[in-house]
């Protein structure tokens, strides 16, 4: 009994031995970056911080080459296309009224002719493509090689999450008068929506700009940083921010710069709570009951119900990012099933993974950030188009301002 003792008690003093070594070797060899936050291997440990020196030359960058920049500070959505400018080396019009358009449009459109505004955020836009490649421009030609008057209107922006895209029909697109809203659903706007401060979601590419945040309560949606605070006073924001009362509401926030666990004062506890959290692929919830999911229920609900009551059709299309796209062909079941079976049931909608085939996940079919390259921006015009061409048609889509829908196919006409 005596030697089982003792062996147990060698045990345990190897073990602590061990990770006492452990402990010694990564507090040496990790490191403590300028803005105070400790790394080992790559990994940022416990207790996490805001980068409060990266965030303030975001800033400063943004603030010294505002004049050049083509995108611009909005008070309602966070930012927008800056009218009349370029962008990808010429290749991206904005017109005077902040669309991805060569062309101007009067708010009033023909009698005779399907205006179609298009909403989302850069599969929207067409980042990557040239202006006459982007879906919504091929969607137009499309319907009129089909025999359709038609003109398509790409209220896209990149970067917006599902609630920037509402606003920015709030604000901007229903003044267009159109009658039948695209809204085009990349899934990850639901991480989006519960964004407050573009450079705390976005590490690389960041934008000097905070979003709206929609929180549901009693069936409606809450807005939050409604105006969205301007790049000036940001500065200020990050430098007390745990203090702020937005931060509350900021889940990129909570979920990576959030307050210290007791045990992170072991860097060893913290490197092993990094392992285990940085692959934990299902540690978002987009399900039923989950903030992501419902939210986005909510605001494609409130997006839905405005177009309506403003005499237009809603129709909703998903795109998935080349990620998404590969996971299901991979047989993973999609964490966004809960969302896109509820768009289904309730409204128009296409799901384009149904048309993009295995062969649409390699590589040369999107652009160096993963956008859309030329072939899907085609492909998705061209499926979208027999959709629309079908709903009117057969009689599906609800167009007020036509009460004979043989007016838009001029090639019936005598």
């Known amino acids: 009994m005596k030697r089982i003792l003792a062996n147990v008690l060698l045990g345990c003093l190897g073990l602590v031995f061990a990770l006492l070594l452990l402990e010694i070797i990564i507090r040496i060899v990790g490191a403590t970056g300028a803005d105070g936050q400790f790394s080992f291997r790559g990994y940022p440990l416990e207790p996490y911080t805001i980068n409060v020196e990266r965030l303030h030359r975001v800033i400063d ?39 991805r358009s060569e ?16 909403f989302g955020d850069s599969f929207v836009a067409g980042t990557g493509v040239n202006d006459d490649q982007v879906w919504v421009k091929q969607l137009e030609v499309e319907l009129k090689r089909l025999g359709m008057r038609v003109e398509a209107l ?20 229903r003044a267009y008068n159109p009658d039948l809203v695209l809204f085009a659903f990349q899934p990850e706007n639901l991480d989006r929506n519960v964004n407050v401060f573009h450079p705390l979601y976005y590490k690389r590419v960041a934008m000097p700009f905070s979003k709206p945040r929609f929180v549901p309560q009693d069936d409606k949606l809450a807005p939050y940083n409604v105006p969205t605070l301007p790049p000036a006073e940001l500065k200020q924001v990050y430098s007390s921010f745990a203090s702020h009362p937005l931060a509350a509401y900021e889940a990129h926030y909570e979920s990576r710069e959030f307050v210290s666990q007791w045990w992170a004062a072991s860097r060893l506890a913290s490197f092993i709570n990094a392992l285990v959290t940085s692959h934990d692929s299902a540690r978002l919830d987009y399900g039923p009951g989950s903030e992501r999911g419902e939210l986005g229920k909510a605001i494609v609900n409130a997006f839905a119900e405005s177009v309506k009551s403003d005499g237009a059709e809603f129709f909703v299309v998903h795109l998935p990012q080349r990620e998404h796209l590969q996971n299901l062909h991979e047989g993973k079941v999609s964490p966004f099933g809960y969302l896109l079976n509820y768009i289904n049931e309730n409204y128009h909608f296409l799901d384009t993974v149904d048309h993009l085939g295995s062969q649409y996940t390699e590589g040369k079919y999107y652009d160096a950030t993963n956008h859309y390259g030329p072939e899907i ?13 079908s709903c009117i048609e057969n009689l599906d889509c609800e167009l007020p301002r036509f009460t004979d829908s043989e007016v838009l196919f001029y090639h019936r006409q005598d």
């Open 154 to 173: 790409n209220f896209g922006v990149g970067g917006f999450g599902m609630d920037q895209a509402y606003l920015r029909w709030q604000k901007l697109g």
């Open 103 to 118: 062309v101007e449009y009067g708010q009033l459109p023909r009698h005779d002719t399907l205006r179609i505004a298009a």
């Open 377 to 389: 921006n085609h492909l998705v015009a061209e499926i979208v188009a027999e959709k629309i061409a």
């Open 61 to 99: 960058a943004y603030v010294e080459n505002e004049s050049k920049a083509t995108f611009i500070y909005d008070e309602s959505t966070g930012w927008a296309h800056r009218p009349n400018s370029i962008r990808q080396e010429g290749s991206f019009t904005i017109n005077a009224a902040g669309l």
